[in-house]
T-cell receptor
């Protein structure tokens, strides 16, 4: 079965700093999804990547899927307190839309 | 659209009691998913439906868990009897088609004492 490892598990950054979160898969990624979760709330969809080398951006968040399709990174530029939360990557290993998720990365932004 | 709706938002029950969680997916979405989130195990898929038909229930932990989708706008997840280890946040999500993002509800926080 496919497993996703996220790193780091948590990080604290100063407001205005850039940061990167990684998601590494044990198998080829056919679809990689990034979500954000705030405590006590559901997951908010951020971006979906499918093709090797693909890169997408939404506001100050950029996600990439590497060429070999086994790793994705999420980069936040000029972090703000509103970026704080838990970021989860989810993937389907080619089995339709049955997703497995990483353990999540807890982001805190100090103002 | 109101998004995925779940009820109740919080449920506290005693061990041995029956618990029913409810979900209304986004209108027009053909896929519905039930997940469970705990600190120890993270976010796990329990079961998912396509056009009201259960497709994969391999994540359902035990026979105590059952899920139904009687129509396109309603699904239930039932635990009978409940146990303390069932305490978790249960999410429902829906998706418009097979390869697409899933939209999550706010979750039901279940506490079994």
């Amino acid at each position: 079965s496919q497993e996703l490892e996220q790193s780091p598990q948590s990080l604290i950054v100063q407001e205005g700093k850039n940061l990167t979160i990684n998601c590494t898969s044990s198998k080829t990624l056919y679809g990689l999804y990034w979500y954000k979760q705030k405590y006590g709330e559901g997951l908010i969809f951020l971006m979906m990547l499918q093709k090797g080398g693909e890169e997408k951006s939404h506001e100050k968040i950029t996600a990439k899927l590497d060429e070999k399709k086994q790793q994705s990174s999420l980069h936040i530029t000029a972090s703000q307190p509103s970026h704080a939360g838990i970021y989860l990557c989810g993937a389907n290993g080619g089995y339709g839309n049955k997703l497995v998720f990483g353990a999540g990365t807890i982001l805190r932004v100090k103002s | 659209d109101a998004g995925v709706i779940q009820s109740p938002r919080h449920e506290v029950t005693e061990m041995g009691q029956e618990v029913t969680l409810r979900c209304k997916p986004i209108s027009g979405h053909d896929y519905l998913f039930w997940y469970r989130q705990t600190m120890m195990r993270g976010l796990e898929l329990l079961i998912y439906f396509n056009n009201n038909v259960p497709i994969d229930d391999s994540g359902m932990p035990e026979d105590r868990f059952s899920a139904k989708m009687p129509n396109a706008s309603f699904s239930t997840l039932k635990i009978q009897p409940s146990e303390p280890r069932d305490s978790a946040v249960y999410f429902c999500a829906s998706s418009p088609f097979k390869v697409a993002e899933q939209y999550f509800g706010p979750g039901t926080r279940l506490t079994v004492t």
